[in-house]
């Protein structure tokens, strides 16, 4: 057996953050998982629809793997990422770290996993892995499915493979936090600013702030768009808000990122978008519970409900950006 000692395995509410937490603490970098969130700027909207997909998708953070590459270059990391098509090598990229006393990053996806509660595809899960034998893996996931957990290493290598969408190619990585590196609360105004930057100034209409007011004028058409609406409305709910985020589309943790902020900086507009970022995770929250009722009700007054309180949140949230991008 080979377990790396000394590994902290709190997990956390998201999957990318509890994995860096546990990679970061083990370099002596203890931040909490708000900070690790906001310092990677780590919050976005999508709103997505296509023909191939048989609901539309809403998400509230960037990219997955976006926010660990945000996030090392924010504090001066050295991020070693590792991808590759063949097993043998991905395993050998796994087990090298391990057996030098290292945690690991994994990408992969979540279907796989025999401790997971929830069977869906999900190819961009992240986890920490500290350790195994001949027959398990020993793996950090959220607090929600458990912390310190184990699986089968054929269900990781089945998980690890998965190939459809947010996968990677056997995707590995490991951290080191190298001296000199700049302090995180000299990073805290650049991180917030490059979040507001991109919230604020989306490529497409899907995303940022011009995202929610899209969702404000699809989310009252969903009762038509689904076909089956008792299982479709109430499962995007459970995805905002109990699905590893954190609650109301990671409203709540980066409201509490800016919380930590503004005990460490004098600032108006910190305290602003502080503010601002309190009231949409609740807005959030109730257009979560709209959600449900509609698909369990068929009343479409909760759908058109839900519609106005998402162009307020997208005014909210964009009042919000415009404050913190003033730091």
Request: net charge neutral; hydrophobic share 40%; proline share 5%.
């Amino acid at each position: 057996m080979v377990l790396v000692k000394d590994v902290d395995t709190r997990g956390g509410q998201h999957c990318e953050t509890t994995a860096l937490g546990v990679l970061l603490r083990h370099e002596g970098l203890d931040l909490s998982e708000p900070m690790l969130f906001g310092l990677g700027s780590g919050l976005s909207f999508v709103y997505w629809d296509s023909k191939a997909m048989d609901f539309p998708f809403l998400g509230g953070r960037v990219k997955p793997f976006e926010l660990t590459r945000n996030l090392a270059a924010c504090l001066g990391l050295d991020l070693l990422v590792e991808e590759t098509t063949s097993a043998r090598k991905a395993w050998r990229n796994v087990a090298a770290p391990l057996d030098t006393g290292r945690p690991v990053g994994l990408q992969l996806d979540s279907f796989h996993l025999g401790y997971f509660s929830t069977k869906a595809h999900f190819g961009g899960h992240v986890v920490a892995m500290y350790g195994y034998d001949e027959h398990d893996a020993y793996l950090v996931d959220t607090e929600a499915q458990g912390g310190a957990v184990s699986t089968s290493l054929e269900s990781l290598a089945r998980a690890r493979a998965e190939r459809g969408p947010m996968t990677a190619r056997h995707r590995s990585f490991t951290v080191t936090a190298p001296r000199g590196r700049p302090e995180p609360q000299e990073r805290i105004i650049p991180a917030i600013k490059a979040c507001a930057h991109a919230f604020l100034n989306p490529p497409i209409a899907n995303l940022g702030h011009r995202g929610i007011e899209k969702a404000a004028g699809q989310v009252p058409k969903w009762l038509r768009r689904s076909g089956s609406p008792r299982e479709d409305l109430p499962r995007v709910a459970l995805l905002m808000e109990r699905a590893g985020t954190g609650g109301a589309l990671f409203r709540n943790l980066y409201r509490d990122f800016l919380a930590e902020c503004v005990q460490l900086i004098d600032s108006s507009n910190l305290r602003t978008g502080h503010t601002l970022y309190d009231e949409a995770a609740a807005l959030w929250t109730q257009v979560a519970a709209l959600l449900t009722a509609a698909g369990e009700s068929g009343d479409p007054q909760d759908l058109t409900r839900a519609g106005d309180m998402l162009q307020e949140l997208a005014r909210i949230e964009r009042d919000a950006m415009r404050a913190l991008s003033m730091l």
